[in-house]
């Protein structure tokens, strides 16, 4: 493995904008007395967001297992706690991958 100063440089200007945008975002509702509603509302919406952007390609790139287990997480999710949400999808993919081969 080599050194390669285009990489670190890459890698380097990449954690800086992180660290622009975030600081960024943290002065800008500092300077504010109150929180306008819109922005209010764009905020609670950024949970939502991340879970599909993370949830999303596992999905539709999984395999019939990856999907049972999240449509069935899903509808636990509904009813019952996080936890038993959890362990049932894991379980479900655990069982369908090793006795069905999916």
Known sequence: MSFDPYMVSLIAAAAVVTYLTRIGGYLMIMRMSRIPPRMEAALNAVPAAVLTTL???????????VKAGMLLA??????FSHMLMLVAGWALVLLLRHFAGL
């Open 55 to 65: 949830a999303a390609p596992a999905f539709f790139d999984g395999s019939i297992a």
């Open 74 to 79: 899903l509808f636990i999710g509904w009813r």
